[in-house]
Antibody, heavy 121, light 111 residues
Framework: EVQLVESGGGLVQPGRSLRLSCAAS????????MHWVRQAPGRGLEWVSG????????GYADSVKGRFTISRDNAKSSLYLQMNSLRTEDTAFYYC??????????????WGQGTLVTVSS | QSVLTQPPSASGTPGQRVTISCSGS????????VNWYRHLPGTAPKLLIH???QRPSGVPDRFSGSKSGTSASLAISGLQSDDEADYYC????????????FGTGTKVTVL
């Protein structure tokens, strides 16, 4: 059974940093691309970033480009999201998601339960 | 602001059929596969349809997807009370550097 468990969320002040982690199990992690997706309060789902199986291709939403960095450690079956220069509008549930394939273009098929990030002074 | 447009709401009585549309363009739906997700806020989204019309194992055949040109749709037949949720279409967009995009979302209410 695919399991994705996010951690690292919490309350942080604007301008500060936070690092999210996602521990994956139940599948061969390095065969699949991975994503971060978020949902702000009262808003819809928003793709944040994606990374191919070998980190060869990485993409970001315009809203986070230059501030967030996605990475993965295949040896640890883990996905990360380094979030810098956080803004109040980054407040959201952040979901880790596994892609249907090794490429990011096919989209997520399994999701974690999410971790809440609140950016507030 | 999403480049995939869905109606904000849809509703039906138990047993009825509900259809949700998803309108895109030649840089996204027109050339890439469409997925559909069900989501209750604060919980893990669930994949209902992938690759335009394929159901993952465990998803009942009450759910079906289709795609034509730059639009896609999700149909829910035999509507049940626990179908109340938010539904999103999603696909890859090849414009700019490329990005994955979700639709604006449709809230389904069972009357």
């Amino acid at each position: 059974e695919v399991q994705l468990v996010e951690s690292g969320g919490g309350l942080v002040q604007p301008g500060r940093s936070l690092r999210l982690s996602c521990a994956a199990s139940g599948f061969t992690f390095d065969d699949y691309a991975m994503h971060w997706v978020r949902q702000a309060p009262g808003r819809g789902l928003e793709w944040v970033s994606g990374i191919t199986w070998n980190s060869g291709t990485i993409g970001y939403a315009d809203s986070v480009k230059g501030r967030f960095t996605i990475s993965r450690d295949n040896a640890k079956s883990s996905l990360y999201l380094q979030m810098n220069s956080l803004r109040t509008e980054d407040t959201a549930f952040y979901y880790c998601a596994k892609d249907l394939s090794s490429r990011v273009e096919n989209g997520p098929d399994h999701w974690g339960q999410g971790t809440l990030v609140t950016v507030s002074s | 602001q999403s480049v995939l447009t869905q109606p904000p709401s849809a509703s039906g009585t138990p047993g009825q059929r509900v259809t949700i549309s998803c309108s895109g363009s030649s840089s996204n739906i027109g050339i890439n596969i469409v997925n559909w997700y069900r989501h209750l806020p604060g919980t893990a989204p669930k994949l209902l349809i992938h690759s335009n019309n394929q159901r993952p194992s465990g998803v009942p055949d009450r759910f079906s997807g289709s795609k034509s040109g730059t639009s896609a749709s999700l149909a829910i037949s035999g509507l049940q009370s626990d179908d109340e949720a938010d539904y999103y279409c999603a696909t890859w967009d090849d414009s700019l550097n490329g990005f994955y995009v979700f639709g604006t979302g449709t809230k389904v209410t069972v009357l």
